[in-house]
């Protein structure tokens, strides 16, 4: 019961649902809270099944790719610094004619905001360290997940708390702050690489 709930909290901190609701509020603040709610579903649920293969098979696709865990953390890295840019220098909307926007799908939120590198490697690393206890670590990622969903349902309440100039000012705040984790992702992968190298 111990290693089920010491695994439930390592799974659920790196997830770190907390850490990314001011995120993925930001990127979905055009859209209405119905909208929200499925995007954020769906994008969950893709997550879900990304660290399901790679708790099952990550060391075998990374191997069939030739991808060191290095690499992804370095290319997700890069795919948050430029999703992070756009965030702070956004294109003042009173000025250009507002498009409909489109609805985020698996990159960034899936990957590699739930489903990163932190994720991928723990779960290859738990698997390794269990070998025969693989349904035991999945039962254990399956209730972080949920816990994790949950927050991020109740998120389109927290969001209803800001109005539209206080949202800008945290959207160009949590692009700062992504941009740091961006380049923290990078310079580790980067630093990671050339030590086994």
């Given at each position: 019961?111990?290693k089920?709930?010491?695994?439930i909290?390592?799974l ?6 907390l ?6 509020l930001s ?7 119905k909208?929200k ?5 769906r994008e969950m649920?893709?997550?879900?099944i990304?660290?399901?293969?790679f708790l099952?098979?990550?060391e075998k696709?990374l191997f069939?790719?030739?991808i060191k865990?290095e690499i992804i ?10 999703m ?7 294109e ?6 507002k ?8 990159v960034p ?6 489903a990163?590198p932190g994720v991928?490697s723990t ?13 035991e670590?999945?039962?254990?990622l399956?209730i972080a997940?949920?816990f ?8 389109t ?17 949590m692009?700062l702050i992504?941009?740091?984790?961006s380049?923290q ?10 030590l086994?190298?």
């Open positions: 019961m111990d089920y709930l010491s695994n909290i390592l659920f901190f790196i997830i770190d649902p850490g990314n609701l001011p995120v993925i990127m979905l603040s055009s859209f209405e809270a909208k709610r499925l995007i954020i579903l649920l893709i997550a879900l990304l660290m399901i293969i099952f098979y990550g696709v069939i790719f030739n865990m953390s370095i290319s997700g890295g890069i795919i948050l610094f430029l992070s840019i756009k965030m702070i220098f956004k003042n909307e009173n000025n250009v004619i498009k409909e926007k489109k609805a985020p799908f698996i939120i899936a990957i590699p905001l739930l990163g991928f779960l290859i690393f738990l698997s390794d360290k269990n070998v025969n206890k693989s349904y670590i999945l039962l254990s399956i997940w949920t994790s969903l949950i927050i991020f349902l109740f998120s309440i927290i969001s209803n708390f800001f109005n539209e100039k206080r949202s800008n000012e945290i959207e160009r705040l692009g992504l941009i740091m984790i380049v992702m990078i310079f580790e992968g980067v630093k990671n690489y050339f086994i190298n």
